[in-house]
């Protein structure tokens, strides 16, 4: 009876051990099963998925006009104060003097990529972009001022 | 077609006719230092690739593919990476040992090296006593790994040779069952004449079961004594960090990897030489035409063949299992490999006087 | 209570019967950050444990109560960053009990979806790291590959691989992607035909079990007094299935069943894991087709604020219960946070549980521990 459970042991332990030896067998002679992604290479075809947060950035349309008011309320959301907005106060075609923004200031290091601000945005004017390639060699480069030099807000925004 | 045949003699017939006996033997000695010593780095080179495009393959990745073609100067670049790294001494640490051991680890996996047959004819020392030989240099590698583990002052390191050292003390026995199988079936200690004895087919073949079962043996108590996984509990990555290894760093832990390399060819190389007819060709009984055709393929061939066959077996298990525990493989020794291993020899005995073998 | 020079001393001597003190941590590979262990060994045996915590404390909740209701809910993504979903879902909704914040069915169903592909994840990545710890490496780039296909889910549709951030008090920050569906079907195709990979490479494997099998056992009694929770408890035959006892979303209108083991022992709570893997498949399955047409979140005011008054909310992540207990005075933040985590009490589990045992034994049982070490010290 001990002879018997003793060979019994013996045969199942090995039988065991050679099932997980024919499965990783079974992976070494079937390179299409291969799942590595050749990063930096595949950069040409990488795609990523279209909400991927990866930084805010504020879309100008071909006339250089934004949507953004200055009305801060993405630096009241942001939980990491990685949004100031810098606001002046302009004298439209009308005369009436308004505030609008000066620079937008994006503290890349600082955010979280929470998307709060992008919700609380009332008029659509910053969005979460897919870029993750941020490295850089001055750590003053992660400071962006998202509103592009010369823009204006667009027409009917208020 | 190229073969290592005959190039020993016709170097030795050369070196007689140009310089006097003494003087030829020194010079003999010369290349024999240089061979193996190119031997080691080469192997260490390729083995160490091996094991990395393995493990790739089986874990579903390329593993490394950027210095070279296909990765194949991975290695040089890491070998060089580690030459130019500072090989460091703790403070507290036995500063002689401790340099001392990984030299001590190399040396032994060198003296193994001897009385291999890498082909036909092709044998630094074909001493008599072969396989007794290998049997006792290989057991004093536990000396390097336990002065490693002393000298270096590290708890790790020493939990790691205290454990390095009951493996190997205790897989030294079925392994060296396993290979006594062989002697007894072939009635010599001597690799040139073990070999010699596969000329009408391997032991493997010819032995019956029992000889499966003995190769079988060897393999898992090899890779024990090599601390390979699943019995790599001397280095145990997840419980002591590195084991004995642990404040190696620079060329001296590039010594210990290269010596776990060397050590696993030369194990596998016995395996081959023992188990599967060494540099022999494949002979199936008095199948003339075919054994005339393996003929044609060179001896050396037939050997690296079967050693590398033998590694990637080693290998394959390390990326398939789970480490053992410390206990367990003690168990595994005493409980399961002895016992059968030494009923395996009087079978195989048996099967000697009776000549029951092909 | 312990000063640096006592820390360095008890690693340079030996004890006072000729013990080692060992320092496991915090740089270990097998504690999966940065958890201190001392321990006292005789020879392979542990005699103590002693975790030493606070390497990667970052007051999270001391932090949280200078961020508004609608802030704070990132945060604690960073906590178990391995089911930042379930502790998102946790936040929201006891900001919607205070509240009363009504959640469309659409989003509770989908965040339902999305906390229990959170929970396959989490173990998909156990069974790595549990795997590695006891010295195979391959089945970690296996599960690897199944948990891949989630957190492309979850890119699609949250933006984020791993800290999300998609749950906000109401309901969803944004509707899901018009791929979720199809994806999570495809999902749940490959992890069919994959999970029985691990029973070839990790379960039936002889040297896996024999590590396993009696080690580390831990009774229903000192599971109950330890405070754990999760799989660690129900491996003890405790039910603790916050899931059963205190459902929230659409968890009662789901059928799944709370997956209990009586062994209490490491291949126990191994076994807990994988079949609650396949328990989460059921509830997805379940609901994937039947995703209501909707809103994805409800009215919300613009600015939230608590009613004064003390708030709990439990939910259970991959590891155990989670707990969000907020004392609010009225205003915009909380007054005073507190949160439950289950890895903090898990741990607390270990020293009983590794006493007497091998060096082994202890990755054994700490593998399966599952402790996620930001969430032990937040």
Known sequence: MFLKDYISDVYNGVSSLLKGMRKTGYYFTHPKEIITEQYPDNRATLKLADRFKGEVIMPHDENNEHACTGCTACEIACPNGTIKVVTKSEVNAEGKKKKAVDALVYRLELCTMCNLCVVACPSDAIKMAPNFEHSVFDRTKLTKILNKPGSKIREGIE | ???????????????????????????????????????????????VLMERKVAARIQIRLGPNRVGPGGIFQTAADTLKLIMKEGLTPDTADKFLFNLAPFIVMMVAMLLLAPIAFAKNFQIWDINIGVLYISAISSLSVIGILMAGWASNNKYSLLGAMRSGAQIVSYELSAGFAVLTIVVLTGSLQISEIVAAQQNGWWLFKGH????????????????????????????????????????????????????????????????????????????????????????????????????????????????????????????????????????????????????HF | MYNQTEIIKDTTELGPEGELVVNMGPQHPATHGVLHLVVTLNG??????????????????????????????????????????????????????????????????????????????????????????????????????????????????????????????????????????????????????????????????????????????????????????????????????????????????????????????????????????????????????????GDFVGKTKNVLKLPKGEFYQRVETARGEFGVYIVSEGGTTPHRIKFRSPGFSNLSALSHMAEGSKIGDLMATMGTLDLVIPDIDR
């Open chain 2, 1 to 47: 077609m190229f073969s290592l045949e005959g190039i020993t003699t016709a170097t030795q017939d050369w070196l007689l006719i140009k310089f006097n006996p003494t003087i030829a033997l020194a010079i003999e000695c010369v290349i024999v230092i240089l061979l193996s010593i190119s031997l080691f780095a080469l192997l260490g080179l390729v083995l």
């Open chain 2, 209 to 356: 079961i029992p000889v499966i079962i003995a190769f079988v043996l060897y393999i898992i108590a090899v890779t024990a004594e090599t601390n390979r996984a699943p019995f790599d509990l001397a280095e145990a990555e997840s419980e002591l960090t590195a084991g004995f290894h642990t404040e190696y760093s620079g060329m001296k832990f590039a010594l210990f990897s290269l010596a776990e390399y060397i050590n696993i060819f030369i194990v596998c190389a016995i395996g081959a030489t023992l188990f599967l007819g060494g540099w022999m060709p494949l002979h199936i009984g008095h199948w003339e035409g075919f054994n005339h055709i393996m003929d044609y393929i060179p001896s050396s061939i037939w050997f690296m063949g079967k050693t590398f066959f033998l590694i990637f077996l080693i290998m394959w298990f390390r990326w398939t299992f789970p480490r053992l525990r410390v206990d367990q493989l003690l168990n595994l020794e005493w409980k399961y490999l002895l016992p059968i291993s030494l009923f395996n020899l009087l079978l195989v005995t048996i099967i000697a006087i009776m000549g029951w």
């Open chain 3, 44 to 293: 392979e045996t542990i005699k103590k444990i002693e975790p030493h915590l606070g390497y990667i404390h970052r007051s999270i909740e001391k932090m949280c109560e200078s961020l508004t209701y609608r802030q704070f809910i990132y945060v604690t993504s960073r906590m178990d960053y391995l089911s930042s979903h379930i502790n998102n879902t946790a936040c929201a909704l006891l900001v919607e009990k205070g509240m009363q914040i009504e959640v469309p069915e659409r989003a509770q169903y989908v965040r339902t979806i999305l906390n229990e592909l959170t929970r396959i994840a989490s173990h998909e990545l156990w069974i790595g790291a549990m795997a590695m710890d006891l010295g195979a490496f391959t089945p970690f780039f296996y599960a690897f590959r199944e948990r891949e296909m989630i957190t492309e889910i979850m890119e699609d549709t949250c933006g984020a691989r791993l800290t999300m951030n998609y749950i906000v008090p109401g309901g969803l920050m944004y509707d899901i992607h018009p791929t979720f569906q199809n994806k999570v079907k495809a999902f749940i195709k490959q992890f069919k035909e994959k999970v029985v990979e691990y029973e070839d490479l990790v379960t039936n494997n002889v040297i896996f079990q024999s590590r396993t099998k009696g080690v580390g056992i831990l009774s229903a009694e000192d599971a109950i007094s330890f405070g754990c929770t999760g799989p660690v408890a129900r491996a003890s035959g405790v039910n603790c299935d916050i899931r059963k006892i205190a459902p929230y979303d659409v968890y009662a209108k789901v059928e799944f069943d709370e997956v209990i083991e009586t062994a209490g022992d490491s291949f126990a709570r191994y076994m807990v894991r994988i079949k609650e893997m396949n328990q989460s498949i059921r509830i997805i399955e379940q609901l994937i087709d039947t995703i209501p047409e």
